[in-house]
């Protein structure tokens, strides 16, 4: 495992780079695949990036105590940390949705020695670093003006299917927690009614997070070769994307055009749920791997397609989140939070 001599310097960060007077702030984004770490040494001053596989680690310790150990001779000890981490926040016991480890939060706090640790969902920190991206970090598709003071939604699909939001309050942001990805699927024509009855087969509830995931993209080209009476292969997410992309498989292309389709619909259905006048953002890891597919694909027409309110969405943006490690900024910008609410008690 190598440390990443990179940093990001984001556009809130302090012009003088000060550095912190209690040390270097440890902040983590974790996925169901991947553990995502880095330290901040000054406001808006992310460094020492690294990427582990979650499946390599028993433990949320383990990975934490590697990443810590290659920073040994480098950095004093760290006082204060925050975690994105993919699964509801309730209490202090985490159990993963989409990976296999469960942890105490005041356990891994005290076992590390750290004055403060948050866990905060995901899609909650990923959400709270929207304000912050500039304009070479994310991507408009289609139409729409944003609209200052108003809600901004976010959708994305990778391992799972994360859903958010954040809404202006005075002169500050509040981001939404929840589980959005998770209400049931809705078909938008009989080529879904047909791939929601194969899912039937082998789920008795079909979510969104079913279809719109990794192992959504296998789910539907299984659904797909059952259609059209083709023996489906024993292929991966990435190699449906690869044969897609690459024009070496009919299925595996159809695969993408159905996902980008229903991502379109869920995401319309975000953008009217929170009337996010202020755009709507898609994460996550699988829509940067489409490039110019996902471009030419029917996301913005489904996510407009909402007959009486086509209006009302037609005039929202959508933005492709392009960014690395957006993550990291939205999860220090909640952790600064805390601790001027400490300092301030």
């Not at 009855?197 to 959504?216: D, I, P, Q, Y």
């Amino acid at each position: 495992m190598t440390i990443q001599q990179q940093s990001i310097a984001s556009t809130h960060s302090d012009p003088d780079f000060k550095i912190f007077r209690d040390g270097p702030r440890l902040l983590a984004d974790i996925g169901g695949t991947h553990a995502r770490f880095a330290l901040e040494t000054a406001p808006g001053r992310i460094e020492a990036i690294s990427v582990l596989s979650c499946k390599d680690y028993p433990t949320i310790l383990d990975a934490i105590r590697v990443y810590l150990s290659g920073l040994q001779g480098r950095v004093g000890r760290v006082q204060h940390a925050a975690f994105a981490i993919a699964n509801p926040i309730q209490g202090d016991q985490v159990r993963m949705t989409n990976h296999d480890w469960a942890f105490s939060i005041e356990a891994v706090r005290s076992e590390l020695r750290f004055d403060t640790l948050l866990m905060i969902n995901d899609f909650k920190a990923l959400a709270m670093a929207l304000p912050y991206l500039t304009p070479r970090e994310k991507l408009q598709m289609g139409g729409g003006v944003v609209r200052p003071d108003y809600a901004i939604g976010l959708i994305g699909a990778g391992t799972g299917l994360g859903v958010s939001g954040i809404f202006p309050s005075g002169d500050r942001w509040v981001a939404m927690e929840g589980e959005g990805g998770h209400v049931t699927f809705a078909p938008s024509d009989e080529i879904e009614i047909d791939i929601l009855r194969f899912a039937w087969r082998e789920n008795e509830h079909v979510s969104a997070e079913r279809l719109l995931s990794g192992s959504g993209l296998e789910l539907i080209y299984r659904a797909l070769a059952d259609s059209a009476g083709q023996p489906a292969q024993a292929l991966f997410s990435p190699e449906i994307l690869r044969r897609g992309l690459a024009g070496e498989c009919a299925i595996c292309d159809q695969t993408i055009a159905c996902f980008c389709a229903m991502l379109g619909t869920i995401a319309g259905n975000v953008a009217v749920t929170l009337g996010a006048l202020g755009g709507l953002y898609i994460g996550g890891g699988i829509v940067p791997r489409l490039g110019e597919r996902f471009i030419r694909s029917n996301f913005r027409q489904r996510f407009e397609r909402k007959g009486r309110f086509s209006g009302y969405l037609s005039q929202i943006p959508t933005y492709v989140i392009t960014a690395e490690y957006p993550a990291f900024m939205g999860v220090a910008a909640i952790l600064e939070e805390k601790l001027r609410a400490i300092d301030c008690s």
